[in-house]
């Protein structure tokens, strides 16, 4: 299991101001250097954090794995083509949302994904994850696929708002990583993750690969700073 930090919100301060800091690639660089695996970023349609001049950054800089989170676009798979990282997270995006909402629809993008998105992906080495909500029927298309991946959305599980809410997400969420592990599916995991409840979800759902954690991790990081940060939360997966 490894830690991948997601920097969408390092770039988010940096627009604020337009003056070009803080710095993406010092970002990406401190969290390497204190213990993360490497890193994700989502390069939006809309570009509100992430920009195209980012990505080759990073491309450039990363040492660890690079985690390239998209929407299933031409334009999208035109750039990951170009920069070429390791790991392809494709995740649904709409246009009022905050963040990413919800896993794929895989019954909405099945076809779509057979006969456009994955033949293009396929002729490179990059791996792909589809981002999913943990349900069996979602996991059994990503399955018939062939996808390598699935990053299961933990987004349910961390805005719980009652212990037995928590616990049944928790249920879910376990057994769809047992599920994918048995049909030879990695199992990646991402949402909402914190200091609070990183602990129990590692604890209790099994076969984790990536975690990819950003907008608490970050926000912990205004306070603590990022260096120690990353290490705190390096901590909880011991
Ligand atoms: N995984 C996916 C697919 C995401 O869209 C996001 C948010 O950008 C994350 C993980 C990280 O979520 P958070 O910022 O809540 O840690």
Redesign the pocket.
């Known amino acids: 299991m490894q830690l991948l930090v997601?920097i969408?919100?390092i770039a988010t301060l940096r627009n604020a101001r337009g003056e070009g800091y803080p710095n993406l690639v010092k970002a990406a660089e401190i969290c390497e250097q204190a213990g993360a695996a490497g890193i994700?970023f989502?390069l939006r349609s809309d570009r509100r954090h992430i920009k195209d001049a980012d990505v080759f950054d990073l491309k450039n800089s990363v040492q660890g794995t690079i985690d390239f989170?998209m929407a299933a676009t031409d334009e999208m798979i035109g750039i990951l083509k170009e920069v070429n990282p390791h790991l392809c997270?494709l995740?649904p995006e709409g246009r009022e949302e905050l963040?990413?909402e919800g896993g794929l629809n895989m019954e909405v993008v099945f076809d779509d994904f057979k006969q456009r998105v994955f033949p293009a992906i396929r002729k490179t080495n990059i791996e792909i994850s589809l981002?999913l909500d943990p349900n069996p029927y979602d996991i059994n298309l990503a399955f018939e696929l062939g996808t390598d991946a699935i990053?299961l959305?933990t987004?349910n599980y961390?805005n719980a708002e009652s212990d037995e809410a928590q616990e049944h997400e928790l249920k879910r969420l376990k057994s769809a990583a047992i599920q994918a592990n048995e049909l030879g599916i990695k199992v990646n995991a991402?949402?909402?993750?914190n200091q609070q409840n990183l602990k129990s979800f590692i604890e209790e759902v099994p076969h984790l690969n990536d975690i990819?954690?950003?907008?608490?991790?970050i926000s912990d990081a205004v306070f603590d700073g990022l260096e120690t940060t990353v290490k705190k939360y390096l901590k909880l997966f011991s």
Do not use: Q, R
Request: glycine share 16%; aromatic share 4%.
């Open positions: 997601n969408d919100h994700v989502h989170e997270t995740v963040t990413t981002f990053e959305h987004g961390a991402g949402h909402g993750l990819s954690i950003g907008h608490a991790l």
